[in-house]
C-alpha cells in the first residue's frame, strides 16, 4: 500500500505486508512515524516483523521466508485499523521512465474491460473453471482447486467481473509481448515478465474485519470477515521498491480504468527491481572486497606473529648458548678438572665436544658457519 497525502488506514493484513516488503528504517519515516513506534504498534497488533539479518541475507540473494501473520487474538483496537499520517508522497522518482511505460498513456493502446466476452483468455478460462466451484477461505474468498491458476483471491459474487478485468489485462499484455507465468512454490504466484524481470501481481478484493462477540475468553476466533466487493491489483515482488504498487476501486475509479496505469506501473516495477538487484550486486561486491581485505589483513597479522615468535625463539637460543658458553669457559678456567658425571673422558675431549654442541644451538653461529 502507498502513502499518500494525508491521513490513511491501514489494515491489520495490510500493515503486515509492509513491514515485509521494505526495512522499517524505509517504512516508518513514509508515515511520519520512528522505527520504535512502528514497532510498538506492530507487537500490539501481534504482528510478525523481519528479524535481525534477514534484509542482509535478502540483499545477498539468500532464500527467506516470511513468518506467517497469526489468526489469533489481537489486541481490541477498534477495526483493527491504524491511521498513520505520511510525510512524504508515493512517488516514482528513483525509477527512470520507459518507453513502454509512456506508451500506457497513449490513448491508442487504452485497454478496455468488455461487460461480456464470447471468449476468455486461457488462463482467465483455466481461473474460470478453478474457482467456479471452489470454497471460500474463512474470509469468504475462493482458492483455486489447481495448482497452476491465477492468483485471483476474490469473493463468488465478485468472480464473473474478476475474471472479465483478468482477461483484458491478459490480452493486452500477450500484445506487448509480456509473458505471464503461473507458479506453484510455496504459495501460488502469478508472475509477468517484463525488461527480462518477473514482476509478481495479484487480483484480489478488499475483506472487511468485524469483531464478533465472544461467549467467553475462550471463544475463538474474536474477528469474522466480510469482502466488500472493492476489487484491487497489486505487485507484490519485494524487490520493486518505491514505485506505486496497488490500484482499487474508489469514488470516482473503478478498477477497469486503471488497466493502463497498472501496467505501466508493472513496467517501473520492473526497472526498480533491475535497479535493486544491480544495487545488491554492487553491495555484493563490496562485500567480498571488504572480505578479502580483512582475509589479507588478518593473513598480514598472522604472519606477523609468527615473524615475532621465531625472533622469540631465536633470542632464547641465544641466550641458552651464551649461558652455555659462560660454564665452558668457567670449566676451562678450573685447569684440569673435569665436571662431575663425565667419567671416561679428558678435560680436552669434553671441551671440544661441548664447544662444537653450543656452535649448533647459537643461532647466530649456525647462521655464519
Not at 129 to 137: E, F, I, M, V
Not at 188 to 197: A, K
Not at 320 to 334: C, E, K, M, P
Not at 348 to 353: C, G
Request: charge should be positive.
Amino acid at each position: 500500500m502507498d502513502a499518500k497525502d494525508g491521513p490513511v488506514t491501514l489494515s491489520r493484513e495490510e500493515l503486515y505486508d509492509l513491514v515485509w516488503s521494505e526495512p522499517t528504517s524505509h517504512l516508518a519515516p513514509k508515515y511520519g512515524m520512528s522505527n520504535v513506534g512502528l514497532a510498538k504498534i506492530c507487537r500490539k497488533m501481534r504482528i510478525p516483523v523481519p528479524g535481525r539479518g534477514y534484509w542482509a541475507k535478502l540483499h545477498a540473494g539468500q532464500r527467506v521466508g516470511r513468518r506467517p501473520l497469526p489468526q489469533g487474538r489481537t489486541t481490541d483496537v477498534k477495526g483493527i485499523a491504524l491511521r498513520l499520517q505520511s510525510r512524504t508522497k508515493p512517488s516514482d522518482a528513483g525509477v527512470p521512465e520507459h518507453p513502454m511505460a509512456a506508451r500506457e498513456s497513449d490513448p491508442a493502446s487504452r485497454i478496455t474491460v468488455s461487460a461480456a466476452v464470447a471468449t476468455l483468455h486461457p488462463l482467465a478460462e483455466r481461473a474460470r473453471r478453478s474457482l467456479r466451484n471452489a470454497q471460500p477461505d474463512e474470509k469468504g474468498l475462493l482458492q483455486p482447486r489447481t495448482a497452476r491458476c491465477l492468483d485471483i483471491q476474490v469473493a463468488r459474487d465478485s468472480l464473473d467481473r474478476a475474471l472479465r478485468v483478468a482477461d483484458a489485462l491478459l490480452k493486452a499484455l500477450d500484445e506487448r509481448e509480456f509473458r505471464v507465468d503461473l507458479v506453484k512454490d510455496e504459495i501460488r504466484q502469478t508472475r509477468v515478465e517484463i525488461l527480462n524481470e518477473h514482476v509478481q501481481i495479484r487480483l484480489g478484493e478488499k475483506v472487511r474485519q468485524i469483531k464478533r462477540r465472544a461467549k467467553d475468553r475462550w471463544d475463538w476466533p474474536r474477528y469474522e470477515y466480510a469482502p466488500t466487493g472493492v476489487l484491487r491489483l497489486s505487485i507484490l515482488s519485494r524487490d520493486a521498491l518505491n514505485v506505486r504498487k496497488i490500484w482499487q476501486d474508489g469514488k470516482m475509479q473503478r478498477i477497469e480504468d486503471c488497466l493502463n496505469r497498472f501496467t505501466a506501473g508493472m513496467v517501473k516495477a520492473a526497472l526498480a527491481i533491475k535497479e535493486e538487484r544491480a544495487r545488491r550486486d554492487q553491495r555484493q561486491r563490496e562485500w567480498l572486497e571488504a572480505e578479502q581485505r580483512r582475509a589479507e589483513e588478518q593473513q598480514r597479522r598472522w604472519e606477523e606473529e609468527q615473524r615475532v615468535h621465531h625472533l622469540e625463539e631465536l633470542a632464547a637460543a641465544w641466550k641458552r648458548s651464551q649461558h652455555l658458553r659462560s660454564f665452558i669457559a668457567h670449566v676451562r678456567d678450573t685447569r684440569g678438572y673435569l665436571p662431575r658425571g663425565i667419567p671416561g673422558e679428558s678435560l680436552v675431549e669434553w671441551l671440544r665436544w661441548a664447544e662444537g654442541y653450543v656452535d649448533t644451538v647459537d643461532p647466530l653461529k649456525s647462521a655464519t658457519s
